[in-house]
């Protein structure tokens, strides 16, 4: 899944170093949730398949045929609208049909499948291929996996109450798992899975932990000691409480450094030592506290999410302090942040 931009991290060069690391055949399709990412998936030179997981508005049809892109369709409506567009385009164009198990924001209902199922063939027959059909978990990550267990029989009870494929058509592929779900769901063989989270480094409720992806870092811009009674930031909501020494780092919530960090004990690496952020984080700034760092200088670099020596902010770690999930937390990193990749360009 490299939707949104790959989790925020840049989809093209993601979805190249995908392409390079992963086995051959490994790769069945790229995810995106718009045409406009398909099309700039098709400009950055991916000639493989890209699926479009999100409902689509009817304006996009044509688009999406033009970039050979694969629809998710959740009604017969959009059946129709794709079937027409590969007429106004001259070929049978792919999909795969989405099954509404409980996430309630897409799919065919799962308990009306003989119904819709039929109505599906009907309308692709001789016009479009049905190529797959899934469905998508809403609490794969929960420690309770009842409810995901539930959605698996409600998918296994629509699949068998969809017409089989014509004869001579090849079987449709079968696929349901976000990261979590391929992590955690056992005793089900299906024949896709569609991971996004765990790839760029975000934990998906298993034990196995991901590898760290992503570091959010940031200079030191400027070192001074404050007399007791200083305030810093906005509403002036931190005093210091005795000389100490401030740093600002060239990072506010105008890159994504959200603002509910601060006040929830967020911090920053600095020479291996984790020091507070003081205050509330600025668009463009957020002041750190180097009280016991008198080493530190200008200059300087601070980790906000990743490793510096043996110290690690996690991205979960700030998720978890804002109150969002790590999902939000990358996409949410803004353009003005330069995404640098390793190994050629991060330092
Ligand atoms: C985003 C998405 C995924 C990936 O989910 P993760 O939790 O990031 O692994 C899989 N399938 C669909 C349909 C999605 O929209």
């Given at each position: 899944m490299v939707k949104a931009d790959a989790y925020g991290l840049g989809m093209e060069r993601v979805a190249a170093a995908l392409?390079?690391?992963l086995p051959e055949g490994a790769l069945f399709a790229f995810g995106v949730a718009a045409?406009?990412?398909g099309e700039r998936l098709r400009a950055s030179g991916w000639t493989g398949r890209i699926l479009v997981f999100s409902p689509l508005p009817p304006s996009d049809y044509d688009r999406g045929a033009d970039a050979d892109l694969t629809l998710c369709l959740s009604d017969i409506d959009a059946v129709e609208l794709w079937a027409e567009a590969g007429t106004r385009a001259g070929r049978q164009l792919g999909f795969h049909t989405e099954v509404d198990t409980g996430i309630g924001r897409a799919g065919f209902a799962w308990?009306?499948?003989a119904l819709w199922g039929?109505?599906?063939m009907r309308r692709a027959a001789g016009r479009l291929r049905w190529e797959g059909c899934f469905t998508h978990f809403h609490s794969a990550d929960e420690p309770d996996l009842r409810p995901t267990e539930l959605q698996c029989e409600r998918f296994e009870q629509a699949l068998a109450a969809l017409p089989a494929e014509p004869a001579g058509e090849p079987r449709r592929l079968i696929h349901a798992a976000n990261s979590a779900g391929a992590l955690r769901v056992r005793g089900r063989r299906w024949d896709l899975v569609r991971p996004g989270i765990f790839l760029y480094g975000g934990t998906a409720g298993a034990e196995l932990q991901p590898e760290p992806v992503v570091s959010v870092r940031a200079q030191l811009v400027l070192?001074?000691?404050?007399?007791?009674?200083?305030t810093a930031g906005?509403?002036?909501?931190y005093v210091a409480g005795g000389l100490e020494r401030w740093g600002t780092l060239a990072i506010g919530y105008g890159d994504g450094l959200r603002r509910a960090l601060a006040p929830a004990g967020g911090s920053a690496l600095l020479l291996g030592r984790r020091v507070p952020l003081v205050g509330r984080i600025s668009m463009d700034?957020?002041?750190a506290d180097l009280t016991g760092l008198p080493e530190v200088e200008a200059g300087e670099v601070a980790t906000l999410i990743g490793n510096d020596a043996e110290e690690e902010i996690t991205l979960d770690e700030v998720a978890a302090r804002c109150?969002?999930?790590?999902y939000e937390v990358l996409t949410g990193l803004t353009a003005r942040l330069p995404r640098l990749y390793s190994p050629a360009e991060a330092t």
């Open positions: 392409a390079q690391a045409v406009a990412e308990h009306q499948a039929a109505e599906v070192v001074r000691e404050v007399p007791p009674g200083t906005y509403g002036a909501t700034v957020s002041v109150g969002t999930i790590s």
